[in-house]
């Protein structure tokens, strides 16, 4: 016992000295020697940001959106703002009162949306020529030119104002007007942009269109790769690669050349962006062959500002400073991929903070970089896209050197993403994603989990025009219980982030059933129908229901809204306009084809 009593002393001693050295190799691990690159933001984001916790502080979580704050502009110089605010009065906890703070935004900030201006787009005519030729339903050509008439809604241009005083505004002065996302996404987006093309090329837009696939040229030539979004806030990272995709669409409806020569330059900087520095990964396979891929990375580690309170909040029970940094750098990352956020980019799916974007070499990017292996499948796409570009504009040259490299890449997707026992790609998880070296490929780092990026390949030509390969996918596709009555699935975890289960995207449907189409099998074709089908269904149903295209449906059921966000009757949504035109396009609706949920 008095044994026992002298040692406790030695072994509380030997607990206390483990505890700090663990806290200081997680904060060596964590990176404070190399705490990896920074775009550093403006000091209007910053004073933004300090606005929006406050405001938070003042009005409460009530319907309390961060990103309406750092979409304000100042009426007045920086300088004299922060003055004002500073001398807010506080009350006993510190806060500003929500009656002084309101004066003061009053008096000193301009609203959100008063640096764009709504026009009617110039190639916008209510009924255009050529309408959607295999649509027969008198319902469906209806309410497919309401759709088209929402482009009206959603159409910007930016304001004067910015472009006399762009250090007012964190809206970034673009030159031709765009369709935005709608709803709390008032600028626009880059991903988003390509379904939002495919519509307007459904609806005969074309000058829209080029005049969007400009302006992510501008942004190209102005910080080396397409922005997330146009906002001075989102200038550390991009989102999925898909500028080459756009260029190609307008281009095989429009033969524009000017179009493909503007194009080019840009697109091989944006090429460049996504094969080196962070965003490019080196791994041998197991027959000893060296591949590169390629990987999201912010170059952020802050909460994003037009989230900050709420990342703040989901770090704040990390243990160290530099945790933390980690952290918000993969939920940056997150948002870089477009899916913030998914399971698909965390360790423990019941828990955010173990968010690892940068660890994963995923199939659609890699796709897209192909068109480019599938988070890798995404990186492929674009390479192809390049090579056609460069053919057509006579530089034989790069297109050969982008025929190489889109070989290299499907290799790559074959050896290190593709799952022969699942007939699926799989994200691919580094063990060491912060090693220089050369990884090497261990089979069980593949994601066995089920997502709809799994079959992200099949959009990308070398891959849905293998007829053997396509058969397995797609059984492995109808086998996996992702189509469901809705559309497809982002994927069967129902873990409460936005990119899983229930809710059923744009992007995906579109992506799916097009790659299936594309590949030309009888069965394939039949599911790609059932798809657009479905989710054209739903998106009818709820509008009917609710007089609004919404960002996102619950699959679960036709006609099911996904919540989240307000959709107010008389607004479209972006992208499931652009979808559901582009599906219209493509497969039509016979007449006797029904539109309820029967
Ligand atoms: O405000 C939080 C996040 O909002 C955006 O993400 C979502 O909307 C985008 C626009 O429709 C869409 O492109 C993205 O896929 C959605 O997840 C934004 O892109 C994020 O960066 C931002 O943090």
Redesign the pocket.
Known sequence: MDKHKSLSPIIFFFFFILSIMTITVTSDACGPKNPGPIVPTTPLVKFLVTLQETAFRAFGPKDFDP?LYVDLSLKRNLSITVEAFEKLPKNESGSVPAKELNRFMEEYLAAAEEDLVVVSPVDYVAEPEVFLPKVESPEVRAWALEVHSLWKNLCRKVSGRVLEKPEFHTLLPLENPVII?GS??REV????SYWIIRGLLASKMYETAKGMVYNLISLVHEFGYPL??ARAY?TN?S?PPLLSSMVVQIYNTTNDETLLTKSLPALLKEHHFWNSGVHKVSIQDSQGLNHSLSRYYARWNQP?P??FIIDTETASKLPSKCAKEKLYREMASA?ES???FSTRWMRDESDLTTLATTSILPVDLNAFILKARIGFMLIFLMEIDISILANAIGDSVTAERFKDASHARKKAIDSILWNAEKHQWLDYWLTDPDSSEIHKWNASNQNKKLYASNFAPLWIEPFSSDVKLVDEVVSSLENSGLICAAGIATSLIESGQ??DFPNGWAPTQHMIAEGLLNSGTERATQIARDIAIKWTKTNYVAFKETGAMH?KYDVRECGSTGGGGEYKPQTGF??SNGVVLAFLETFGWPQDLKLDCT
């Open positions: 990103k996302p709390r996404f987006y880059y991903w988003d997330n979004g989102y990272r989102q994003r037009e989230s948002a477009g899916m913030d936005q990119w960002e972006g992208w």
